[in-house]
Nanobody, 121 residues
Framework: QVQLVESGGGSVQAGGSLRLSCIAS????????TAWFRQAPGKEREGLAI??????TSYADSVKGRFTISQANANTVPLQMNSLLPEDTAMYYC????????????????WGQGTQVTVSS
């Protein structure tokens, strides 16, 4: 059972930056696809960014050019968020799976508990 823990959330003004981290309890490098999702109150959880087991990345249009996902080391996947907007306010989750690697599904086997991001105008 892989445990995922998110960190790095907080409050920031519009235009600012935050760096979230997803730390796994075991090596995910070249073994898992890891993705970042978010869920705002009253809205569905949406996929934001994904990195597959060979390092290829993909982004939702809403964050393309502002957010960057990477594989920092064997068990850490950061999400660098720049030019933050009030509409980026949400709970942010990371997810991992050895087979699922898409932004339009929630069927990932492993999920973290989330970290809150609040962007004020």
């Amino acid at each position: 059972q892989v445990q995922l823990v998110e960190s790095g959330g907080g409050s920031v003004q519009a235009g600012g930056s935050l760096r979230l981290s997803c730390i796994a309890s075991e090596n995910t490098y070249r073994r898992f696809c890891t993705a970042w999702f978010r869920q705002a109150p009253g809205k569905e959880r949406e996929g934001l960014a994904i990195i597959d087991n060979v390092g290829r990345t993909s982004y939702a249009d809403s964050v393309k050019g502002r957010f960057t996902i990477s594989q920092a080391n064997a068990n850490t996947v950061p999400l660098q968020m720049n030019s933050l907007l009030p509409e980026d306010t949400a709970m942010y989750y990371c997810a991992a799976d050895p087979f699922v690697c898409r932004l339009d599904t929630l069927t990932y086997r492993y999920w973290g508990q989330g970290t809150q991001v609040t962007v004020s105008s």
